[in-house]
């Protein structure tokens, strides 16, 4: 009798604490403190990519990503992987929050990115200079956040609101790698992947980036809403260790679509000097500051392979490189295009920041340290005997819009935080400095 008692009493609790439990999942998921997002570098097309996964039930996108782009969009083909999609409608309230170019239809069958009475974006493709009206509209996404160690995957979460996309034209794909469908926008709009997921999420508006250098195996990240970044085996927090610039405000829009006034929404910064091994280059300091115009100054670019610079700021750099890779007893061969000086690969070290040759350091407003590029982020391999200084001519004739753009291949393995809360752009020591990369293995 007792033991029969026992027994329902075990049942009993053990149901109570069954039902406990699934409510306690339900209700009390601690809120994520940070969201991740993947990077891979698609290596014979130098382009990074993300994965998201979208609608329910959920199915994976991958996506490259473009800091100047200002919103996601991708293939949606027929749409059967998209069943909870919706079309947003001209003139609704998110339609007017979304940097909108009126109203778009479609004479074709309805799916999803074929909708009458939608919402139209201008989508880009820098890669192919193509750019498409098409209606946005919204489907589910479902995210990983950061672990509380900082060092893995924590919970996945379905994003409390629809996120907000386009689905492209085919046609949209030309020049993106295979292995993806479209673009993932980061730059400082309303409906870039950072800023929907802050808002959603309720954190602070930051991103950061660590861009990895190795084909698809290895995983950078996309941080979202700061927190830390630990990276085995230097097990601290590079957070607390990144040296900040302000983010400068360009007056003109660079989109290739936008009202007469808008101001710029990628990310400039401000450069002061630039040296080879602590020796000043000459640069003409007019060029290194926006005019009126919107002309000049300094932006990053995940969309440029390597760092393009002004002919006469390129010039002066190779003219300095040479002189102090000569000292350095690296020998000259013949120039591989696109790129100006060339190297034996046999009369050059390696070490653990990649090949021993001249510092080059960018000097930036407000900071007493430099984003110093070691021959990890200077030198590219062209051949097995071959390597070249990893920065390109942007012309001179026309003048470039943007003097200096720095490319992927420069911002490889540092930690980039993008802090939109108080406008500063902060920049980690190389993390193959500390003898680790922004490849982990902690994401899918
Ligand atoms: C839609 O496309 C998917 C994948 O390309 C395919 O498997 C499916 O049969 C298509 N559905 C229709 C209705 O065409
Ligand atoms: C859009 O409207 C036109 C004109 O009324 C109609 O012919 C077409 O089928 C509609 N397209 C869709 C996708 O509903
Ligand atoms: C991508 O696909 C196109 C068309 O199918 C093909 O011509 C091209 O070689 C492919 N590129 C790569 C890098 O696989
Ligand atoms: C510096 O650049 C500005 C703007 O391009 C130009 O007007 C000026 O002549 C240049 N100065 C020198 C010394 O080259
Ligand atoms: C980002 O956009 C917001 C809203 O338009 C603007 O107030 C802010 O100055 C921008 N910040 C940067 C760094 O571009
Ligand atoms: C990195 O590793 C090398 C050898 O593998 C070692 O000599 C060096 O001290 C390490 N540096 C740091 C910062 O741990």
Known sequence: MSSYIHYHLFIFSLTILLL???????????KPTALVFPIRKDVDSNQYYTTIEFSTPHNFKNIVIDLGGQHTWFNCGNGSDLPTYRPIRCGSKKCTSVNNFGCVG????????CTNNTCGVASYNPYSNDLYAQGIGEDAV??????????SIGLSYHSPQPYLFSCAHPDLLRGLTNSTTGMAGLANTTTSLHTQMSTQF????????????????????IFIGGGMYIYPPYNKDIAAELSTTPLVINPVSTAPAYTEGDPSDEYFINVK????????IVVNSSLLSIDKQGNGGTKLSTITAYTKLETSIYKSLLNSFNKAAALKKMKRVASVAPFGACFSSKSIASSETGPVVPYIDIGLAGNSQNWRFYGANSMVSVNKDVMCLAFVDAGSKPKPRTSIVIGGYQMENYVIEF????????????????NTTCSQSLLR
């Open 20 to 30: 406990f439990s699934i409510s306690d999942a339900k209700t009390k998921k601690p």
């Open 106 to 113: 479609c004479n074709l069958p309805r799916k999803p990115g």
């Open 142 to 151: 479902y995210v990983d956040s950061v672990s509380n160690n900082g060092l």
């Open 202 to 221: 309720n954190l602070p508006h930051k991103f950061a980036i660590c861009m990895p250098s190795a084909s698809s195996y290895v995983i950078g990240q």
């Open 273 to 280: 000097s630039i040296s080879v091994d602590h020796k000043l």
């Open 419 to 434: 802090d939109l809360v108080s406008s500063k752009l902060g920049i980690s020591t190389s993390l193959l400095f500390h």
